[in-house]
């Protein structure tokens, strides 16, 4: 019979308990900007990449292209995205913050950098960018690539 294995000591364990804290305390945090995690990946993606398609943005979010195709719908919607009512090229319609988009991102980011700070707060920044390091490594090991 096989020992009881303590998830406790389990890394991939630990992980899962780390991200489902870490998204509900962002979910609380994005809460009174009107925005849920994905919304912000979504707005943080095309602040730093305009133009990306839709299923660029939900590979960089996590999520299937039919969420994001709903995500994007309701930024639009809001006012926040911008996206063309054609596509220049095939069937991908990029999307562009817009003036609003922008707004709410900068207070959005404010609430998850703080909650990023509170999860931090134990660790030194070398301590912090070894981390960084070390996880970026973790998943690259995982998709069989170097780490970025």
Do not use: W
């Not at 890394?11 to 899962?16: A, P, R, S, T, V």
């Not at 596509?87 to 999307?95: I, L, Y």
């Not at 709410?104 to 999860?119: F, K, N, P, Q, Y």
Request: proline share 3%; with cysteine; hydrophobic share 45%.
């Amino acid at each position: 019979m096989n020992a009881p294995v303590d998830l406790g000591r389990r890394i991939g364990y630990q992980l899962k308990k780390l991200d489902t804290a870490l998204r509900a305390e962002m979910e609380a945090a994005l809460r009174p900007h009107g925005l849920g995690v994905t919304q912000y990946a979504c707005l943080e993606l095309l602040d730093q990449q305009p133009g990306l398609s839709n299923a660029e943005l939900a590979r960089g979010a996590f999520v299937t292209r039919q969420a994001m195709n709903v995500v994007l719908r309701g930024l639009q919607d809001d006012g926040l995205v911008h996206r063309a009512d054609t596509a220049d090229h095939g069937r991908a319609r990029p999307a562009t913050l817009t003036s609003a988009g922008r707004a709410r991102l900068t207070s959005g980011r404010h609430a998850v950098l703080a909650v990023e700070a509170r999860m931090l707060a134990g660790f030194d920044a070398d301590r912090a960018e070894a981390l960084l390091t070390d996880l970026d490594a973790m998943a690259a090991a995982l998709r069989g690539t170097r780490a970025e």
